[in-house]
């Protein structure tokens, strides 16, 4: 089992670690132009897991019809010339929100992932209500507030 902080396996032994078996949910992750305020949304993955196996994945690209400044090029990788062809978020957001169904989304600091896909959807007129995970907020439960951001 991995264990990230190196607590004992005594806490979380992986033999009684048991997910039901129709456990399913939908990881994403987005890239943005920045943070929230005047920021958008450039690339869009996410993968479906269906009792412990990838059964699907999402990865779009999102044009903005502008550049992409060149501090978030460097931070993500993603380029001009990769954006240049992908649809726009109107057609991205919609077969995004289409591709996770009724699933709980999962990710990483989900708030800042989600709000960005619900204030996106809110701008299209696309409905928004689902549950989400957020995996920082699981990992401070289950290992504490250790002060590293995770």
């Known amino acids: 089992m991995f ?12 033999q009684e670690i048991k997910l039901p078996e129709f456990m399913s949910f939908t990881a994403f992750d987005i890239e943005t132009t920045g943070l929230p305020r005047n920021s958008e949304i450039i690339e869009i ?47 991205v957001l919609p077969e995004f929100m289409a591709f996770c169904g009724d699933a709980v989304l999962v990710a990483h600091n989900a708030g800042f ?11 299209l007129g696309l409905p928004h209500k689902y549950t989400y995970l957020d995996t920082v907020a699981l990992a401070r439960v289950l290992y504490g507030d250790t002060g590293v951001i995770i």
């Open 3 to 14: 264990d990230l902080f190196g607590k004992p396996e005594k806490f979380f032994p992986a």
């Open 45 to 91: 993955g996410a993968v479906k897991v269906r009792n412990g196996v990838v059964t699907e994945i999402f990865n779009e690209f999102v044009n903005l019809c502008r550049p992409i400044p060149a501090e978030i090029s460097g931070l993500t990788g993603i380029t001009d010339e990769m954006v240049a062809n992908a649809p726009l978020i109107q057609d």
């Open 113 to 123: 992932d989600v709000g960005f896909i619900e204030q996106n959807c809110k701008n």
